[in-house]
């Protein structure tokens, strides 16, 4: 089993920045890789940001490609997702989600990941 606690959402006016924390227990993460969604209210739940466990590969939504920043640090078993010039349409709850499977996948879909923290909510007003 793995835990994670998503932490650091907020409230942000446009154009400022928070950094997301999503660290993991129960087991070391440092094999799998790591994945951001978001869901706002009334939508499906869409990818963010994917990274490979060793932190070399990294992947990103269109929508926040060059402003979003995923990164990890495995000896904090700990994934962290730097959001700058932050726009209300990044409002959502963000979570972390872990891919345990040992399988080659993109990443992009949340049925590739088989653990989720419990989310937080960033709230970004004009």
């Known amino acids: 089993q793995v835990q994670m606690v998503e932490s650091g959402g907020g409230l942000v006016q446009a154009g400022g920045s928070l950094r997301l924390s999503c660290a993991a227990s129960?087991?070391?993460?440092?094999?799998?890789?790591m994945g951001w969604f978001r869901q706002a209210p009334g939508k499906e739940r869409e990818f963010v940001a994917h990274i490979s466990w060793s932190g070399s590969n990294t992947n990103y939504a269109d929508s926040v490609k060059g402003r979003f920043t995923i990164s990890r640090d495995n000896a904090k078993n700990t994934v962290y997702l730097q959001m700058n010039s932050l726009k209300p349409e990044d409002t959502a709850v963000y979570y972390c989600?872990?891919?345990?499977?040992?399988?080659?996948?993109?990443?992009?879909?949340?049925?590739?990941?088989?653990?989720w923290g419990q989310g937080t909510q960033v709230t970004v007003s004009s």
């Open positions: 129960g087991r070391t993460i440092n094999s799998y890789p």
């Open positions: 989600a872990a891919d345990t499977s040992y399988i080659y996948r993109s990443g992009l879909s949340p049925d590739e990941y088989d653990y």
